[in-house]
């Protein structure tokens, strides 16, 4: 198994959906990928964060910087120099 084919599985992964077979090669490519490890470990503090339903507050100016640059990053915003 490779990156690409362990980040397809990814979400049966977390919903405990991957048969026993294809399961034990994802265990398997995990022990050997430190960069699909820490996609696995990412997602899972990420879940653990939305299922506690926290709520994190932010300064204003921290809050509109980030949804500034979130915006732009999806090009879904005002672009620079426009």
């Known amino acids: 198994m490779n990156c690409t084919e362990f980040l397809s599985q990814l979400t049966d992964y977390f919903d405990g959906n991957v048969p026993v077979d294809l399961l034990a090669e994802i265990k ?7 960069h699909c490890e820490v996609v696995v470990e990412t997602t899972r503090k990420t879940i653990s964060i939305y299922r506690d339903n926290q709520v994190y507050e932010l300064e ?3 809050r509109e910087r980030l949804h500034a640059a979130i915006m732009k990053k ?6 620079s120099g426009s």
């Open 74 to 79: 999806c090009n879904c915003g005002p672009k």
């Open 28 to 34: 398997d490519h995990l022990c050997s990928c430190h």
């Open 60 to 62: 204003p100016s921290l």
